[in-house]
């Protein structure tokens, strides 16, 4: 049987509402896991390394953190995870900021019956203790078309760990029902919700309607944390704003953006 570690409890306080920062707590010999390069700011007292793996592998040996380090590989993450802890006298701050715009999700993991499986690139911190390992999808549809790809993080524990999603997150609560969603705004769920994929609706609409080929379904009984804004369609928008990048200098909605967009073409 695997043995399961204890999460250090660590307070926290979240800042701002669409570009969000949380702060977190650590009393004297506390430690929080986080992904390379997420830390705002934090306190003096605080000290931090780079280490393989997410500390729960200790008891496996160097071979064992070489191969949970491997499998962050695989989802496309850093090889190396950031620990920081607490090694002054008193309480101290450590911050971590949101990649781009959206929410900042607590989560207690002890209420989501210690596990839950999230996009790849939704995870920015969380206790020590917490095991961060990958989740592959035994379905041949979402494997090959779902929007986050074959691959999603698995995260188990009993402490507090923080997601960020785009724009606006929304949690629903299933009890046997079933939800359509496109495949970018699923963020997280819990044991209990079953995910795969299926068409968008005959071929007219899978080519012309703009919502994409393919749909998530989640059903079962569970939590579901979906956003209204991935980031693959905050960059895709960018994109096409930018010079030269398909967008629009004279404006969207512009009648000389659109002309002069017909004549470029040309």
Same mark, same amino acid.
């Given at each position: 049987?695997e043995?399961?570690?204890?999460?250090?409890?660590?307070?926290?306080?979240?800042?701002?509402?669409?570009?969000?920062?949380?702060?977190?707590?650590?009393?004297?010999?506390?430690?929080?896991?986080?992904?390379a390069?997420?830390?705002?700011?934090?306190?003096?007292?605080?000290?931090?390394?780079?280490? !393989? &793996?997410?500390?729960?592998?200790t008891? $496996?040996?160097?071979?064992?953190?070489?191969?949970?380090?491997?499998?962050?590989?695989?989802?496309?993450?850093?090889?190396f995870?950031t620990?920081?802890? $607490?090694?002054?006298?008193?309480?101290?701050?450590?911050?971590f900021g949101?990649?781009?715009?959206?929410?900042?999700?607590?989560?207690? !993991?002890?209420e989501?019956? $210690?596990a839950?499986? +999230?996009?790849?690139?939704?995870?920015? +911190?969380?206790?020590?203790?917490?095991?961060?390992?990958?989740?592959f999808?035994?379905?041949?549809?979402?494997?090959?078309?779902?929007?986050?790809?074959?691959i999603?993080?698995?995260?188990?524990?009993?402490?507090?760990?923080?997601?960020?999603?785009?724009?606006?997150?929304?949690?629903?609560e299933?009890?046997?029902?079933?939800?359509?969603?496109?495949?970018? +705004?699923?963020?997280?769920?819990?044991?209990?919700?079953?995910?795969?994929?299926?068409?968008?609706? &005959?071929?007219?609409?899978?080519?012309?309607?703009?919502?994409?080929?393919?749909?998530?379904?989640?059903? &079962?009984?569970?939590?579901?944390?979906?956003?209204?804004?991935?980031?693959?369609?905050?960059?895709d928008?960018?994109?096409?704003?930018?010079?030269?990048?398909?967008?629009?200098?004279?404006?969207?909605?512009s009648?000389?953006?659109?002309?002069?967009?017909i004549?470029? $073409?040309?």
């Open positions: 049987m043995r399961v570690m204890r999460s250090h409890e660590i307070d926290y306080r979240l800042i701002g509402d669409d570009m969000q920062v949380v702060e977190v707590e650590l009393d004297p010999h506390e430690t929080v896991i986080a992904e390069g997420a830390m705002a700011w934090m306190e003096d007292g605080i000290g931090f390394e780079a280490k !393989m &793996g997410d500390g729960t592998e008891d $496996n040996g160097f071979f064992g953190k070489v191969l949970g380090a491997g499998k962050r590989l695989v989802t496309g993450e850093s090889l995870m620990h920081f802890t $607490n090694r002054g006298a008193g309480k101290k701050i450590v911050a949101a990649p781009y715009p959206g929410k900042i999700i607590p989560m207690d !993991m002890a989501h019956g $210690n839950i499986t +999230c996009q790849k690139d939704a995870f920015l +911190c969380a206790a020590m203790g917490t095991k961060i390992d990958i989740s999808s035994r379905k041949i549809g979402r494997g090959l078309f779902g929007g986050e790809g074959f999603m993080e698995r995260l188990s524990g009993d402490g507090m760990a923080f997601l960020h999603a785009g724009g606006t997150v929304v949690q629903k299933l009890k046997g029902e079933t939800i359509f969603v496109d495949t970018g +705004c699923v963020v997280a769920y819990t044991d209990g919700i079953d995910f795969d994929i299926q068409k968008a609706g &005959g071929l007219k609409s899978m080519i012309f309607g703009g919502e994409g080929i393919f749909l998530a379904v989640l059903k &079962g009984h569970g939590t579901v944390y979906l956003q209204s804004l991935p980031f693959s369609r905050l960059a928008r960018i994109l096409q704003a930018a010079p030269g990048g398909g967008g629009n200098d004279q404006g969207e909605g009648v000389l953006g659109g002309l002069s967009n004549f470029e $073409n040309r």
